[in-house]
């Protein structure tokens, strides 16, 4: 390498970094550097934070389920807005026999399920009463007339 070479091979030198230095000085690329420090910066503080945020995230969030939960335990339910059930009619002859467990639907002989009160003041599954009520309307223990509205 002679001393043209190296000069040429200079001045090559200075042309790129000119242009790299016009690059830099670019808006753009100002703002690329700007957001790339500032990604560092949040990157490596941000799992430092993290560190500590998430624990006390749960903790708080911990905290305030059981809060609700305490709140939910300690409130009365008023029941003053509960009706009280219908006193029971007397029972007709010819209607369906009570069954001795009060828990027996006197329809299905089953346990009763979703149970409903009728206004004569007996319990039944609810399809049971329906079904029963929409053929034959009326009770079937005390056999006084019935319709499905409520
Ligand atoms: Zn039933």
New binding site residues.
Partial sequence: MNMEDYKKNHENKEKIMEIIRNILQNSDVKFTRKFLEIMKTVSSRGFELLKYALPIFVLTFKFMEWWTNQVKSNTVVDQSNIPTPPEALEQHPDGLPIPDDVTI??????K??NTAVTSTGYA??Y???FNYIEENQRCPITLVKLTQKI
């Fill in positions: 639907c006197p329809l299905c002989h089953h009763r399920t039944f599954c399809p049971c009463i």
